[in-house]
């Protein structure tokens, strides 16, 4: 019968260690890839280990990497970053080799919270909803900075619609702009 394996990822900007431990806790295989969640889901189907659970911690790259790894059938786990760190931090050398094979001890040992990861649809609404958001943030700032400016000239805007605020403050400021036009 084969041994089963566990698999720790240390996620960092441009690069990803890659730890393989067997049931007894043994390294087995380490690696140092791209973050590119295309070459680590190959690799790790690459291997011949039979593969129980592979662990990242939750991270700016975690979701994508998570996604790839979920979409080639990978038994992929996100993992809570303090709760890892925690049990991280007992290491007396910490480097990111060390972190991906803590990682990989512990989840061939169970010691993992995992976190929900979004689905891809769901990160890309929720960043839309943000972009619209800063966008009408900014909008309002700027209404409001251009409230202020005219106001230094005595004009008052009141209440007006999105669509009528435009022609509104140029209606104001018509014969202020031609004053400072003939000058």
């Not at 084969?2 to 698999?7: G, R």
């Not at 202020?148 to 009528?164: E, Q, S």
């Amino acid at each position: 019968m084969s041994q089963s394996h566990y698999i720790g990822l240390d996620v960092s900007a441009r690069t990803v260690n890659l730890c393989v431990v067997d049931h007894d806790g043994h390294v087995v295989h380490e690696r140092k890839l791209s973050s590119d969640p295309e070459e680590i889901a190959q690799h790790i189907l690459s291997l011949r280990f039979p593969i129980v659970r592979v662990g990242l911690e939750a991270g700016m790259l975690s979701q994508h990497i998570y996604g790839r790894l979920a979409e080639a059938n990978i038994p992929v786990v996100c993992v809570e970053t303090r709760h890892m760190k925690a049990a991280l931090a007992a290491q007396l050398n910490k480097i990111d080799r060390h972190d991906a094979r803590g990682i990989a001890q512990m989840m061939g040992v169970g010691l993992f919270k995992p976190v929900h990861v979004k689905t891809p649809n769901s990160q890309r609404l929720r960043t839309i909803l943000t972009a619209r958001q800063l966008l009408r943030n900014k909008l309002q700032d700027v209404e409001n900075e251009i409230r202020g400016l005219i106001r230094n000239f005595g004009y008052h805007l009141g209440k007006v619609t999105a669509r009528d605020f435009e022609p509104r403050v140029r209606n104001l400021t018509a014969d202020t702009v031609l004053i400072f036009a003939e000058s």
